[in-house]
C-alpha cells in the first residue's frame, strides 16, 4: 500500500475503475448470452429484443474503450447470422 497521499486515492480511483469496467462487460456477456438462449428457444421475438439490448451493450463496451470496435463489429455480425437463421 502506497504512503503518498496521491498514491493512496490512484488506488482508490484504479479500483473503482477496474470494478466499474468488469460490470459493463459482465453485462455485455450476460446479454450476449441470454441472446443465445433465445435463439436456442426458436424465440424468435425475445431473440430480436435480445439482439438489440446486446448490440447495445457492445456498442457502449466500445465507446468506454473495453473492447475493440473490430470485435464489436465481429460480435454483432455473429449476432445477426443467428438473429436471422431464426427470423428465416
Not at 475503475?17 to 441472446?35: D, E, G, L, V, Y
Request: proline residues 1%; charged residues 30%; hydrophobic residues 40%.
Amino acid at each position: 500500500m502506497p504512503n503518498i497521499k496521491s498514491a493512496i486515492k490512484r488506488v482508490n480511483k484504479s479500483e473503482d475503475n477496474r470494478a466499474h469496467n468488469h460490470a459493463i462487460k459482465a453485462a455485455m456477456r450476460t446479454s450476449i448470452k441470454s441472446f443465445n438462449v433465445k435463439v436456442e428457444q426458436n424465440d424468435a421475438a425475445g431473440a430480436q429484443e435480445a439482439f438489440l439490448n446486446a448490440t447495445k451493450k457492445i456498442d457502449k463496451a466500445v465507446t468506454k474503450g473495453l473492447i475493440h470496435k473490430n470485435k464489436a463489429a465481429r460480435e454483432k455480425s455473429r449476432l445477426s447470422k443467428k438473429l436471422n437463421s431464426v427470423s428465416a
